[in-house]
């Protein structure tokens, strides 16, 4: 019993408690933000009422923290033993969901179980992110290997691909944070350039692809951006990755001069549509890429090909995604955003009356539950997805700050705490959470301010619901157990 109760000790005297104050930091202020956004006032809701959703969040908030001291009380070792069952388990159940769930807004991802329903793919993110760091932390992973890299992108792509089938975009991208783990273990800087350089083409490609160039009405200004961009991009990558000179200045040369000669001769000549020579341009650069790869024997040049060819295929692709891939309430979210449409009472609804409840705050705030446009119901999903708008309304811009403030500190002392990890699977789970909190976070207050697409993911220990709640918690309080385990591993050695 003295032995047990040491231990315990130990744990409490090891575990971060900055982390976890901010974490109840952010449970008090989340449940503040549930009140304000569903407090009824003719219905004089009681704010302890468990039939009312304010008093339901006390339920998943104490379940949450009851669930943490479980995780705390657990040996960490556990974790990495377990992780491929539990990434299996979870998967499976992933799988299974689409057949157990009902149909909710369109959505087959919630399972019913009682009075209660759960989300699996909030769960799975933490058993994930334990499976890539048991496979990653490994002595013989190497990153810079493709198979090795390609089998650990396939752990992240599987849930992803379970979770779209369920008709559940916004929770699949969340996975694509995990490719910030991979870039700060080792990825080539150039992956993540290549992910940075299609959202670029997508965006500028779609939003100007109507848009005409220079007053010639057969030239796309879209179009013709995005390939002088995959242009640019080429020889940047000339730049950073290979030595010679010669070539990079050719490449600029015949292209930029080309392209600057066909655009005056249709302005002022004959007008035709110029970006079929752009597209000519790239090819040929492609074509010139690959006969130095061979002639210099430098396979970066075959590479920078490749992202070249790869970059065409992507843009060509965009129409193709847009029409048939996407559904149409996507296309017109993502056509509001990028200003090409106004749908004021469609898509564009919800981002403009959170901007409306977010401003009419002002400074300091209306005060707590005196928001007008929140409990006028004015703002849809007001309480999970919307939910940073009633720290706008009722907190103000200061009040924001706070709250940012504290999600900035959180993501600081993860990076903090995984940098000292004495070993590599719990660096890497580290990052794995801290990359997950920041995607949420972004991601969630970009697009109530009309930043990013409106995906519809919640803002972490704020959203109303126990799903989200426990899978947050999860994923923080195993990464606290394994830090406070830390100091076991330096005294072994």
Not at 160 to 169: A, G, H
Not at 288 to 309: E, G, H, N, P, S
Request: hydrophobic share 50%; charged share 15%; glycine share 10%.
């Amino acid at each position: 019993m003295v032995a047990g109760r040491g231990k315990r000790q130990s744990i409490f005297r090891s575990v971060d408690w900055l982390t976890i104050i901010i974490y109840i930091a952010l449970l008090g202020l989340g449940w503040m933000s549930v009140c304000g956004a569903s407090y009824d006032f003719e219905q004089g809701t009681n704010l302890i009422d468990f039939s009312s959703r304010t008093g339901m969040q006390i339920v998943w908030i104490a379940t949450s923290l009851l669930l943490a001291l479980f995780i705390l009380g657990i040996d960490e070792r556990y974790f990495d033993t377990f992780s491929y069952v539990l990434y299996i388990a979870f998967m499976a159940l992933l799988f299974a969901t689409p057949f157990l769930a009902h149909n909710i807004k369109g959505s087959m991802s919630w399972i019913k179980i009682g009075s209660f329903s759960i989300q699996p793919a909030e769960f799975a993110k933490f058993a994930t992110a334990l499976c890539v760091a048991k496979y990653m932390g490994s002595h013989d992973f190497n990153i810079n290997k493709w198979w090795h890299f390609l089998l650990a992108c396939i752990l992240i792509l599987l849930p992803m691909v379970l979770i779209i089938l369920q008709r559940e975009t916004g929770s699949a991208l969340v996975y694509t944070a995990f490719f910030l783990m991979f870039y700060r273990e080792g990825m080539p800087g150039s992956i993540l350039f290549a992910g940075i350089s299609a959202v670029i083409y997508f965006v500028v490609g779609v939003r100007f692809e109507q848009d005409p160039l220079w007053g010639l009405k057969a030239v796309s200004l879209g179009k013709f951006c995005v390939l002088l961009i995959i242009l640019l991009f080429t020889v940047g990558m000339m730049r950073t990755y290979t030595t010679l000179l010669t070539p990079i200045l050719r490449i600029l040369g015949y292209g930029l001069g080309l392209t600057l000669s066909v655009l005056l001769f249709a302005k002022y000549v004959i007008p035709f549509d110029i970006t079929w020579v752009q597209l000519a341009i790239c090819i040929a650069t492609i074509g010139y890429l690959f006969y130095l790869a061979v002639k210099q024997r430098m396979v970066r040049y075959a590479y920078i090909a490749l992202f070249a060819l790869g970059s065409l295929t992507l843009y060509y692709s965009v129409d193709y995604v847009m029409d048939h891939v996407m559904q149409p309430h996507q296309q017109t979210r993502i056509r509001v955003l990028l200003g090409m449409e106004d749908d004021p009472r469609g898509a564009g609804y919800n981002v403009i009356q959170a901007k409306i409840a977010i401003g009419s705050g002002g400074l300091r705030g209306k005060g707590f539950l005196n928001g007008t446009q929140t409990k006028l119901k004015y703002v849809p999903e007001q309480d999970t997805d919307f939910i940073f708008c009633t720290v706008g309304e009722e907190e103000g811009f200061l009040g924001c700050t706070i709250v940012l403030l504290l999600f900035l500190a959180l993501i600081l002392r993860l990076i903090h705490l995984a940098v000292r990890q004495p070993y590599a699977s719990g660096r890497i789970y580290g990052y794995c959470v801290l990359s997950i909190f920041l995607f949420h976070v972004f991601i969630n207050v970009g697009m109530v301010l009309g930043l990013t697409p409106v995906i519809g993911i919640p803002l972490p220990f704020f959203s109303y619901g126990g799903s989200s709640l426990w899978g947050f918690t999860m994923l923080l309080f195993i990464f606290l157990r394994m830090d406070a385990g830390r100091n076991r591993f330096v005294h072994n050695r």
